[in-house]
């Protein structure tokens, strides 16, 4: 009976939950599909009178808005990537070798993902500035993959701790070298840590507001978060529904993502747990 009351207590504090992340998705597309006319009706009235889809179809017939979304998914992928190549070596001597200070080294690395982007973009904005290497696409990129690493070592040691050692071992016996075994045997069978380690990246990415708004300093090389702040400081009563049809464009890829890939991206996680 306990575990019973205990399940609906869960699930009544997830619906909660859910309804209260929710609700502003519901507003921003009620908002979204309305005329100008029925802006002013505020929240009197959740279901439009005439809804439109009509504000959607001018955002993307903007060729401005889709430079941006491209802009954004360039940068989030890239610098996705790039944090998933560098934590690749990481995490592997992580997880298979055996050195002094190990777990005091997981935690500083972990460590390192809790400090807020904020703390370090004036001094990273001031060097990059004096090095020349403001406006560019590269230094956006090298940011997202050194803030996306930290992440990444830890799910991607997951990935390679439920990988029996037996296999590589065989494989070393057999003359491989490390390099080889981590190339051709121990990569291909943590594809789908790999994978999860990645779209966690680039959605994090996508989301990223600070680090292109400084480091960006032309309109024509912004990514969506930050051409839609942007926009949203311009924005008038009139207008208000194409704002909200562009947040809701922006947010789509992401739980795309999530929605589609959820199954592989928590299995990814537990496996290190099941391990054995």
């Not at 400081?233 to 809701?248: N, R």
């Not at 993502?257 to 959820?262: T, Y």
Request: aromatic fraction near 10%; glycine fraction near 6%.
């Amino acid at each position: 009976m306990s575990g019973r009351f205990g399940d609906i207590a869960t699930y009544a504090i997830l619906s909660l939950l859910a309804v209260f992340f929710a609700t502003p998705f519901v507003w921003m597309l009620s908002l979204a599909l309305r005329t100008p006319s029925e802006i002013y009706l505020g929240a009197a009235r959740l279901i439009p009178d005439a809804p439109t889809l009509g504000n959607f179809a001018r955002i993307l017939s903007d060729a401005a808005f889709l430079t941006y979304l491209w802009n954004g998914l360039k940068l989030s992928a890239l610098g996705g990537g790039l944090a998933v190549a560098l934590a690749i070596p990481a995490a592997y001597a992580f997880s298979r070798l055996d050195f002094r200070r190990k777990e005091a080294a997981l935690i500083a690395i972990l460590a390192v993902q809790m400090i807020s982007p904020l703390v370090i973009l004036v001094p990273l904005y001031r060097w990059m500035g004096s090095l020349g290497l403001l406006n560019l696409d590269a230094s956006v990129i090298a940011l997202y993959g050194a803030l996306g690493m930290p992440l990444a070592v830890w799910l991607l040691k997951v990935a390679f701790d439920a990988i029996p050692r037996e296999i590589e071992e065989a494989a070393i016996v057999d003359g491989a070298s490390r390099w080889q075994v981590l190339m051709r045997i121990t990569l291909p069978l943590a594809r789908p840590g790999l994978a999860s380690a990645f779209v966690l990246a680039m959605v994090t990415n996508w989301s990223q507001f600070l680090v292109p708004f400084i480091l960006l300093e032309r309109d024509r090389d912004w990514p969506i978060s930050v051409a839609i702040f942007n926009f949203a400081g311009s924005v008038s009563a009139s207008t208000t529904q194409l704002l909200a049809a562009a947040c809701l464009v922006a947010v789509v890829p992401a739980v795309a993502v999530f929605v589609f890939l959820q199954r592989m991206i928590v299995s990814a996680l537990i496996a290190g747990a099941l391990k054995g």
